[in-house]
Antibody, heavy 124, light 106 residues
Framework: QVQLQESGPGLVKPSETLYLTCSVS????????WNWIRQPPGKGLEWIGY???????NYNPSLKSRVNISLDTSKNQFSLKLSSVTAADTAVYYC??????????????????WGQGTLVTVSS | SYELTQPASVSVSPGQTASLVCSGD??????VSWFQQKPGQSPVLVIY???KRPSGIPERFSGSNSGNTASLTISGTQAMDEADYYC?????????FGGGTHLTVL
């Protein structure tokens, strides 16, 4: 059974950089697409971006200038870096596995396994 | 920019059929996924590629997608189905989520 677990600081100061890591167990990271999705308290879901098994990245245009997602296949982990954070970045951050559709993630791909989520608060 | 619209809330009586909708321009041309989220828990995939159910999801969950509207239907709704439900689709290269519908079973 595939399991994902987020880890990282729960508190980040405004203007600093948020770093989170997702550890994948029960399956290889060398396939599929690895995503970050967030949810502000009491609000809906927002996709942040993904990295493919080959290292190709794709980010939400609204966050693209501040986001970087990387992959460490030797540790079966992938990571999120979000720079210049503000209070608006306070959210539960989820990592999720993406299974591609017909030809790629963007053609019918879906998020089939999710981590438990980690709350990151941006505050001084 | 592309948007997915969901009603904020839907109510259903136990044992009845719940219909949750998600609307977007020419949504029928895209694949839609549906997620169930209970308080304090991670979202769970209940429908993908419009109509497919992942392993372990009860048969009472079904999906459809045509025109500008995708639907999630829960037949014989149970108290345990009370949750927030989110639709999701891809617009070009970005994943989009609807705002979510809270399903109340009463």
């Amino acid at each position: 059974q595939v399991q994902l677990q987020e880890s990282g600081p729960g508190l980040v100061k405004p203007s600093e950089t948020l770093y989170l890591t997702c550890s994948v167990s029960g399956g290889s990271i060398r396939t599929y697409y690895w995503n970050w999705i967030r949810q502000p308290p009491g609000k809906g879901l927002e996709w942040i971006g993904y990295i493919s098994f080959s290292g190709t990245t794709n980010y939400n245009p609204s966050l693209k200038s501040r986001v970087n997602i990387s992959l460490d296949t030797s540790k079966n982990q992938f990571s999120l870096k979000l720079s210049s954070v503000t209070a608006a970045d306070t959210a539960v951050y989820y990592c999720a596995r993406g299974t591609p559709g017909e030809t790629a993630m963007v053609t019918g791909g879906y998020f089939d396994y999710w981590g438990q989520g980690t709350l990151v608060t941006v505050s001084s | 920019s592309y948007e997915l619209t969901q009603p904020a809330s839907v109510s259903v009586s136990p044992g009845q059929t719940a219909s949750l909708v998600c609307s977007g321009d020419k949504l029928g041309d895209k694949y839609v996924s549906w997620f169930q989220q209970k308080p304090g828990q991670s979202p769970v995939l209940v429908i993908y590629q419009d109509t497919k159910r992942p392993s372990g999801i009860p048969e009472r969950f079904s999906g459809s997608n045509s025109g500008n509207t995708a639907s999630l239907t829960i037949s014989g709704t149970q108290a345990m189905d009370e949750a927030d439900y989110y639709c999701q689709a891809w617009d070009s290269i970005s994943a989009l989520f609807g705002g979510g519908t809270h399903l109340t079973v009463l």
